[in-house]
């Protein structure tokens, strides 16, 4: 109700499709991009679409040159239009704030991050001591395996900023943004937080950690009221998964005084990341600017 009160009438008729319409949109474009690919690589190496394995191999040609590709296009699209797409949202449904972060908040969001990894992979770990997991999780690791491209550093600019950027964007800052203005914002925190497991339906795993992540993140970003705070608790998030695998690092994990301060530091974090966040007061509303 907080924010549904700021919306001009002219936005509440829109409804739920005008909300869901950037999930569609990124969708489209992403199906359309991959047949782009596809149609490309199977010209360039003279396969025949007409079998079902030709098609198999383009598509296996089609990611392994995607994601190089991919990253330089989103990389400049998302520096050049995704903010001042953000901003017009923002505008034009009232969502004025003060909402500048100090620095102590942007290390905050870096461990809310850190903190939802750590949470997930002993949750998962619990888990497995108690049921066989073992198939779903080789079913997410087939999942999320052809997002790896094989160059760390590729890797890390695709999963700890083109990823994060793009998606907190779309999902946090205009989807969820659209949905609280046709609804409660407690059913809009869910509601987005679903969507955004949905949009990860590698795998049954997969959806369930991203739901549990895209509800905590959506959460802050509802607390704090800027766009930067999702978006480094998703690339710090993303980015973990190359810390747990430096050599040292990894080591030291294999032992029982690792795996205790593993343990010990999830709870820790885990438990500081949601006091935080559910204490966080909204930043105050200012009045927009005149044009």
Known sequence: MYYTLLMEKKNRPRGVMYALSPVFIFYAVNLAVSTAFVFIMSRYHGLDLSTPLSVETAM????????????????????????????????????????????????????????????????????????????????????????????????????????????????????????????????????????????????????????????????????????????LMHSFFNLSNFIIEIPHFAEFMETKPGLLCYYFLAVALGVFTVKSIWKKEKPPLREPKKA
């Open 60 to 231: 296996e040609y089609s990611l392994r040159y995607a994601f190089e590709l991919e990253a330089a296009m989103c990389l400049v699209l998302t520096a050049i239009l995704m903010p001042g797409y953000l901003r017009n949202e923002r505008r034009e449904h009232e969502l004025i704030y003060e909402n500048r972060l100090a620095a102590m908040d942007l290390i905050k969001a870096a461990v809310y991050g850190i903190a939802i990894f750590l949470a997930v992979d002993v949750l998962l770990v619990m888990v497995g001591g108690f049921f066989d997991i073992s198939e779903y999780i080789s079913a997410n690791e087939d999942a999320i395996s052809p997002v790896f491209t094989g160059t760390v550093y590729l890797d890390m600019l695709l999963l700890g900023l083109i990823s994060p950027v793009s998606e907190e964007i779309m999902v946090r800052g205009v989807l969820f943004n659209r949905l609280r203005g046709i609804m409660d914002e407690k059913d809009a925190v869910m509601l987005t937080a679903i969507l955004f497991g949905v949009m990860h339906l590698g795998s049954a795993l997969q959806m369930m950690y991203t739901f549990l992540m895209g509800y905590i993140i959506t959460k802050a970003y509802s607390r704090y009221e800027n766009i930067i705070v999702p978006i």
